[in-house]
């Protein structure tokens, strides 16, 4: 008697008892379940939820990978170990000994926040006695990809049951949260320790151990520079390659791109989402570009290395581009009206592009850029809606005169 | 005058085991039967008794809230059986069938001369008022109203459906009688929708008013066709007649008798020879199944097309509306990491690693499979891919779940019938059964508004 047997005969003794949607999330994850139509049409498509899921995830996996070596890579580079890397396929970059000190480093945090975050939703399940949704697979992957490095493993757990549960599980699970669930446990981190969440010593690994001895090494992102004053001292290059510092995968614009293309491909992603987000940016971008050519601003203001970068290189700094195109895609708390996705997208890369320039303190914005829309994508949809209303309602009215 | 119209939302579903256009004449079925179920809100009240011997056309049962609706029996015989499930619901009312059908004669009628109160009086009589549905709520029409509009396909585009142009040959006289005496129960037009730049037996008919569609399904589905012609409003009521359906009206009109003859088509990949078949409404669907023959033991015969249709089993009988009979393989097992893998034997609107993007003429052996577990809404802006009405179907779908009736109403639930939402339901991630959302909420918005 083969496994799938097996599995079955154990499906239908556990059936309706208490552990059932913990067995049978295991088991569909397995084995596509036996379920047949029986309302309704009686063909389906080939896709659902767990293959949507697992596309994300796929588009992810890259910025993974890079985020490993780029853990490393930055470690040895602050401490003067390895020369800087030229081009995307540079040997300093991809070495063996960067791959093991960023695995080292991210797989606890990947670990973490599946075990801690799929243990909740299990709990949840089976005290609810419904089935293990799927939408935590794209969250856990995402939540080592947006923390520093060096973030304590308890501080992380506790953001992880916080996120799930406000996050999601008050609301009703899956698809009924209104606020995108990695982005709640990143906001948490945020608030809760601010000063594990930015400055300059939490970007490269070590760098919070070595403060105070004389080898001492800090790795600022770009963003943090800008927002002193500095400028950035990166080749543009680099910073599309992602060769900086920063959280740990949002860093490769060109991968992110890539992964970006690859949803709007399979159309998982929203391309209207990521399109009118990256304009929303660009046109911000703009604006400020020529709030300093009209020198409406001086060199002297704390907002000038900000405003003065050029337009399009606020999509290659920071956690923009990765923002765009996997927390603001979600579909559950983006609009969900297709015009409505215009509106909202926009307004994620206009706010984002504000934010950073007027709030030197914390200058990544598109964490609460997206939060913010999260909150407002009901009410972008219900506008929405309101037009298809009335044109129905006009329609009668055209009738009776 | 005949306008073009094109749409372009929506998907063609092509499966294996289409109807080869042979017709062949199924042999006679010992027993006929009507099943309640088909005539939705429908509360049957019988007028004879187990025993009782009837003639094609003679009353069976009128409906308990309009008891003008009358519904006939389709063949003569002898009631053997009248069927009841849960409250003494009846479910099943079977005729065992004489050798030669004895019609009731209910007198020919000239449709151009008869006044519109006659006609009606003499389709509710004849029992042929059970065809002519309604939307709102899609049901049998309320003959107290006057419609704004009658809508009629002409053509077919749901996966392995009857070919109407092949069905319907040489009914054209039928088809005119129909259509004529329809014309004069509505202030408006009769609309009758064929595909662009094929004929059809419509083609040539007059007191109609002609449109061409073009595009994937559901172009040939009615609600498309108001949609885009004329869609109905709040306070409006517009009426609907299957193509096939036409022909029996045509036949009273003509004949004076209620004669079911219906040419359908069996379908499916679990079919060995799928073709044509002439036969009866009620008849047993085995006198064809069984002539074809099937290729697949564990399969589901459904009355109807797939998307639409009903699950019955082999001892059933074909639905009364249906001029399609599916069979496709049940999908009752499992497959190893099915999430994960490539897939090349389904169909799915997307490219998650799902194939049937790159062969858009391929044929696919779609099983009873859901593919996946049901789930909370997640996915969005994937409807309105296959979706052509100027309709949220989303945010209806949610509004008839929370059952908020000032929602569905401004949402436009007036426009819709369950089979509109059969494509969504098809493409949905969640593995959500849109169609009887929609059904529930139109049941509800009849219960409270209509």
């Known amino acids: 008697m083969g496994l799938k047997h097996k599995l079955h005969r154990l499906k239908e003794k556990y059936k309706g008892k208490k552990m059932a949607p913990a067995f049978n999330a295991l088991h569909t994850f397995l084995y596509l379940p036996n379920l047949t139509t029986h309302s309704g049409g009686h063909i389906r498509a080939a896709d659902d939820l767990k293959r949507t899921m697992n596309i994300v995830i796929m588009a992810l996996l890259p910025c993974l990978i890079f985020g490993i070596y780029n853990a490393g890579y930055q470690h040895y580079l602050a401490l003067g170990d390895i020369q800087a890397a030229t081009g995307f396929f540079s040997p300093e970059f991809w070495s063996m000994e960067n791959f093991s000190l960023g695995a080292w480093k991210v797989l606890p945090l990947v670990l973490i926040s599946y075990g801690v975050g799929l243990g909740v939703e299990f709990l949840f399940a089976v005290i609810k006695g419904h089935e293990v949704e799927e939408g935590y697979l794209v ?30 599980e008050v609301f009703g699970g899956t698809g009924m949260n209104i606020l995108n669930p990695a982005l709640t446990i990143r906001a948490f981190l945020f608030f809760a320790y ?35 004053g500095n400028s950035f001292g990166y080749d543009i290059m680099d910073m599309f390659y992602g060769f900086i510092p920063g959280s740990v995968g949002e860093t490769s614009t060109l991968l992110i791109l890539l992964g970006g293309l690859f949803l709007i491909f ?121 037009g298809n209303i009335k044109k129905r309602a006009k329609r009668i009215k055209v009738k009776t005169i | 005058m005949s306008k073009d119209i094109k749409i372009r939302k929506g998907l063609n579903i092509r499966l294996k085991g289409e109807a080869e256009k042979t017709l062949s004449n199924a042999p006679r079925s010992r027993t006929f039967a009507i099943r309640p179920e088909d005539f939705h809100l429908i509360i049957p009240k019988m007028v004879i008794k187990e025993g009782a011997k009837v003639e094609a056309g003679d009353i069976l049962f009128y409906s308990k809230s309009q ?3 009358k519904f006939v029996s389709p063949v003569s015989g002898t009631l053997t059986e009248i069927e009841r499930g849960a409250k003494r619901v009846i479910t099943k009312i079977t005729i065992e069938a004489d050798r030669q059908d004895m019609y009731k004669d209910f007198g020919i009628v000239d449709p151009d001369t008869t006044s519109p109160g006659d006609l009606k009086k003499h389709l509710l009589n004849s029992g042929c008022w059970p065809f002519i549905k309604q939307r709102p709520y899609d049901m049998i029409a309320n003959p107290d109203i006057v419609p704004k509009a009658i809508f009629i396909s002409g053509f077919n ?9 092949f069905t319907l040959q040489g009914k054209e006289k039928q088809l005119q009688a129909a259509v004529t005496a329809l014309s004069k129960l509505t202030d408006g037009a009769v609309h009758v929708s064929v595909r662009t730049g094929q004929g059809s037996p419509f083609s040539g008919l007059k007191d109609i008013s002609l449109h061409n569609f073009s595009g994937p399904h559901p172009a040939g589905n009615v609600g498309t066709q108001i949609a885009k012609l004329d869609p109905v409003n709040k306070g409006e009521t517009v009426w609907t007649v299957a193509a096939q359906d036409l022909v029996i009206i045509g036949e009273l009109i ?80 499992y497959e190893f990491f099915g999430w994960a893998m490539p897939v090349f034997k389904k169909i799915s609107p997307s490219r998650a690693l799902t194939f049937s993007w790159m062969f858009p003429k391929k044929k696919y052996d779609l099983n009873t499979n859901t593919n996946g577990e049901h789930r909370a809404f997640v996915l969005t802006g994937n409807y309105e891919e296959v979706f052509p009405m100027d309709i949220y179907p989303l945010q209806i779908l949610k509004a008839c779940l929370v059952k908020d009736l000032d929602a569905m109403e401004a949402l436009g639930m007036y426009e819709v019938a369950p089979e509109d939402f059969s494509l969504t339901e098809f493409i949905c991630v969640s593995k959500q059964p849109h169609q009887q959302i929609i059904r529930e909420g139109l049941d509800l918005m009849y219960k409270e508004i209509g």
């Open chain 1, 139 to 168: 969250t856990g992957m995402l939540v080592p990809l947006i923390v520093p490095i060096d973030i304590p493993l308890w501080m992380l757990t506790v953001a992880v049951i916080f996120g799930v549960v406000i996050g999601k």
């Open chain 2, 67 to 69: 008891e003008e609706i």
């Open chain 2, 254 to 333: 003509i004949s004076g008798k209620f004669n079911t003859d219906r040419v359908i088509a069996l379908a499916g990949s679990s079919v060995k020879t799928p073709k044509y078949y002439n036969t009866k409404i009620g008849a047993e669907v085995s006198t064809f199944v069984n002539d074809s023959g099937l290729s697949e033991d564990n399969s589901r015969l459904i009355s109807g097309d797939v998307l639409t249709g009903t699950k019955i089993s082999p001892k059933d009988h074909l639905g009364y509306y249906d001029n399609t009979v599916s069979v496709i393989p049940e999908g009752d097992d």
């Open chain 1, 266 to 386: 399979t159309k998982i992603g929203s391309w209207r989402i990521m399109l009118s987000s990256v304009l929303g940016a660009l046109g911000m971008g703009l604006i400020f570009n020529g709030v300093i050519s009209a020198e409406w601003i001086g060199e002297n203001s704390k907002f000038f290395s900000l405003m003065n970068t050029e337009f399009w290189q606020h999509l290659l700094i920071g956690g923009l581009a990765f923002g765009i195109v996997y927390m603001a895609t979600d579909p559950v708390t983006a609009s969900q009206t297709n015009k409505g996705k215009w509106i909202y997208g926009i307004m994620i890369g206009v706010l984002s592009v504000t934010i950073r320039v007027f709030n030197p303190a914390y200058p990544e914005g598109v964490m609460l850029a997206i939060l913010l829309m999260n909150v407002f994508a009901p009410t972008i949809d219900h506008y929405v809606l309101q």
């Open chain 2, 157 to 165: 585009t749901a996966p392995l459906a009857a070919d109407l142009d």
């Open chain 1, 194 to 228: 601010p000063t594990w969440m930015s400055g300059d010593k939490v970007w490269v690994s070590g760098a919070v151990e070595s403060i105070g001895q004389p080898d001492a090494i800090s790795g600022e992102t770009i963003l943090g520079s800008l927002a002193q």
